[in-house]
């Protein structure tokens, strides 16, 4: 059997959430073999995730390098600039900039990678990646030659956009932008008008701030040759993987898949009779490449049952089915307190998954 969870963000690791559902399985099925394999999205903890599987070594905030002999880096911007569990107000969402995410990429080039590995989710900011390119030596320019304010707001300004300063470092190696999820850069779905309000936009923001946002993917046209709008995961770290794929002329990747490929996951599902995952929501973001989901439909493929525990879920059943989760059960059907579940997160997530076996065939 797979214990394979993401984290429950705000309360447990993913490694934290393994150990958790496992003395679940313990307390119903006590014979049953459990493999523990923590996943990530490319998100919060994707390096804290790689550690606990021994595949990452980290050297400072937000940056590990991959393996003892490897010439590969890894990048967490959610450690420099991301939301930490809170949600800031407006005018912090309408300011905040990416010039952090730029800065920790520059920092990791210093140690000299082949390759670098950068996950963009769980950003504060929603500038399309424009202060992060100013960090890494691009300018921004207004209609006045100056360089644009930081934010959303300040991406309002941009006129122009001109990579000669770009940190030339960027061209001698292999980038992998690991989205968190497949958003595109603009529409409903987008960086803007999805995740801005989760970010602190208020709804007067996102018209001005979606027509922002399509200016600065033309700008990164001209000036890269790259048509980043049509890139699938653009939209991710808010619009952050627009402006990467612009400079490293590289197209985003699934944060999933990125991170399945480094611990191994196909292997371990085609070895499991049976997977148990978990988030801290199973919702319809879920479905646009968030870690369970991306698993589930690969256990599915292999014909392996999945059943899933979260904080909440908001997917229905039959919907779920289609995914590949056979079975979900939420931690707020125990405990509606919303703080109380968070409180007491790992022992109701030991509870729910014994509930939810209590329900289910032992596959041994």
Not at 81 to 109: F, I, M, Y
Not at 115 to 129: H, K, P, Q
Not at 281 to 296: E, F, R, T, W, Y
């Amino acid at each position: 059997m797979l214990v394979a969870p993401d984290k429950l963000k705000g309360s447990l690791t993913s490694a934290q959430a393994a150990v958790a559902i496992a003395e679940g399985v313990r307390r119903v099925w006590p014979a049953a073999t459990v493999r523990l394999l923590a996943i990530a999205d490319g998100g919060d903890g994707l390096i804290d995730t790689l550690v606990a599987a021994g595949r990452a070594e980290p050297v400072s905030t937000g940056i590990a390098f991959l393996g003892a002999a490897s010439r590969t880096v890894v990048v967490e911007v959610a450690q420099a600039g991301g939301l930490g569990g809170r949600r800031p107000d407006r005018e912090e969402a309408r300011t905040a900039s990416s010039a952090a995410a730029g800065a920790l990429v520059r920092a990791a080039l210093d140690f000299g990678p082949e390759c670098l590995i950068v996950g963009i989710g769980g950003t504060a900011s929603t500038d399309g990646g424009a202060g992060a390119l100013i960090a890494l030596g691009a300018s921004v320019l207004d209609s006045e030659g100056q360089r644009i304010g930081p934010g959303l707001a300040g991406l309002g300004q941009a006129a122009a956009v001109d990579f000669t300063g770009l940190d030339g470092r960027l061209a001698r190696v292999s980038v992998q932008v690991a989205a968190d999820v497949d958003s595109p850069l603009l529409g409903p779905a987008g960086a803007v008008r999805m995740f801005g309000p989760q970010k602190g936009l208020a709804e007067d923001d996102l018209a001005d701030g979606e027509e922002a946002m399509a200016r600065f993917a033309e700008l990164l046209r001209r000036a890269a040759g790259v048509e980043v709008a049509a890139l699938p995961g653009a939209g991710a770290g808010g619009g952050l993987a627009a402006g990467l794929a612009a400079a490293a002329h590289t197209a985003p990747r699934s944060g999933s898949g990125v991170v399945f490929e480094l611990l191994g996951v196909e292997e371990a599902l085609r070895e499991s009779d049976l997977v148990i995952t978990a988030e801290g929501s199973l919702d319809g973001q879920s479905l646009m490449g968030k870690a369970p989901i991306v698993l589930a439909r690969r256990a599915a493929a292999l014909g392996v049952p999945c059943l899933a525990v979260a904080g909440s879920v908001t997917l229905s059943a039959s919907h779920l089915r289609a995914e590949g989760v056979v079975a979900a059960a939420a931690l707020l059907d125990r405990e509606p307190d919303l703080a109380l579940a968070i409180a007491q997160a790992a022992s109701l997530l030991t509870r729910t998954t014994a509930e939810l076996l209590v329900r289910w065939p032992y596959p041994g």
